[in-house]
């Protein structure tokens, strides 16, 4: 009984396989616009984040500690030389 269920499986699948293989590529291809959309977009929201910061980057210092999107450090204040 189970090696008719895994031949009927067999004979079931392999189309579906084929077709998967056939189409992968095409979607891939289909999909790079909106992924260069999507880098374009976030680059451009990350520049006016930093225009909309740099006032206050001004303000704070050249003692202040950048900090990276996480909002922890990017560097120990230790290792800024005062």
Request: glycine share 6%; net charge positive.
């Amino acid at each position: 009984m189970k090696l008719l269920f895994w031949l009927l499986l067999l004979v079931l699948a392999w189309p579906l396989a084929l077709v998967a293989l056939v189409l992968y590529p095409l979607v891939w291809l289909l999909g790079i616009p909106f992924r260069l959309v999507g880098i374009s977009v976030r680059a451009a929201l990350e520049l006016v984040e930093s225009i909309v910061r740099l006032p206050a980057r001004l303000l704070a210092g050249p003692l202040s500690v950048a900090r990276g999107s996480s909002g922890r450090p990017l560097v120990c204040r230790r290792c800024v030389s005062t």
